[in-house]
């Protein structure tokens, strides 16, 4: 397969455990955000949303922390499992882009030990 | 499909040949995007459909490049004269709804340039 992500940041935690990824995003007029999971070779897949207008949203296994003061969203899983292993992104959206233009951080690995 | 289809999943040209990748979105999905992720990088954006209508195309990284969707469904991003800094995967995404909200990606296409 490719190999995504040699030079990213990388996380690893042990099958069970939590996880916790992070990312600063840049723009303050950013309204809406997403996190992708991206498997090796395939493309980004949806993992949660949230809008400027909340500060916390959560999932099946999954939570999404907005913190709009310091410019920092994270991403949680729950009880992390082999198959989250994949590099995770952080989008935001930004308020008079493109509708829906979404502006992608340079991402974190995820490695699962069993 | 049920998904966003790309094609063709891998293509490798000699530097200075032209090349055309072209993308089928969901259907019903007025919105549609490119963008150009190269290795151990985040997807960054290159242009925006909202029907037939490219209404963005300020990604785009030189006069080489050139997207089209003339009847507001399938689009094909040419990329003529290629070198080998294209070489990257090439994405695709629509949504169906105007404004923020998930994209759907496809697989991608990568380009080698020799």
């Known amino acids: 397969g490719e190999s995504v992500g040699l030079h990213l940041p990388t996380l690893s935690v042990q099958e069970g455990d939590n996880s916790i990824i992070n990312c600063a995003y840049s723009?303050?007029?950013?309204?809406?955000f997403i996190w992708y999971k991206q498997e090796s070779g395939k493309g980004p897949q949806f993992i949660i949303d949230?809008?400027?207008?909340?500060d916390k949203r959560q999932g099946q296994r999954v939570t999404v922390l907005l913190n709009k003061t310091v410019k920092h969203l994270s991403l949680q899983i729950a009880a992390t499992q082999p198959g989250d292993s994949a590099v995770y992104f952080c989008?935001?959206?930004?308020?008079?882009?493109?509708?829906?233009?979404?502006?992608f951080g340079k991402g974190t690995k995820l490695s699962v030990k069993p | 499909g049920a998904g966003v289809s790309q094609s063709p999943r891998y293509k490798v040209a000699k530097r200075g040949q032209d090349v055309a990748l072209r993308c089928d979105p969901i259907?019903?999905?007025?919105?549609l995007f490119w963008y150009q992720q190269a290795l151990g990088q985040g997807p960054e954006f290159l242009t925006y459909?909202?029907?037939?209508?490219?209404?963005?195309k300020s990604g785009l990284p030189s006069d080489r490049f050139f997207a089209e969707r003339p009847e507001g469904s399938v689009s094909t991003l040419k990329i003529q004269r290629t070198q080998q800094e294209d070489s990257a995967v090439y994405l695709c995404?629509?949504?169906?709804?105007f404004g923020t909200g998930e994209l759907f990606f496809g697989e991608g296409s990568r380009l080698t340039v020799l």
């Open positions: 949230i809008r400027s207008n909340m």
């Open positions: 989008a935001e959206n930004r308020r008079g882009g493109s509708q829906g233009n979404l502006i």
């Open positions: 995404a629509s949504r169906g709804v």
């Open positions: 723009n303050s007029a950013s309204d809406y």
């Open positions: 259907s019903g999905h007025v919105s």
């Open positions: 459909f909202q029907n037939e209508a490219q209404l963005d």
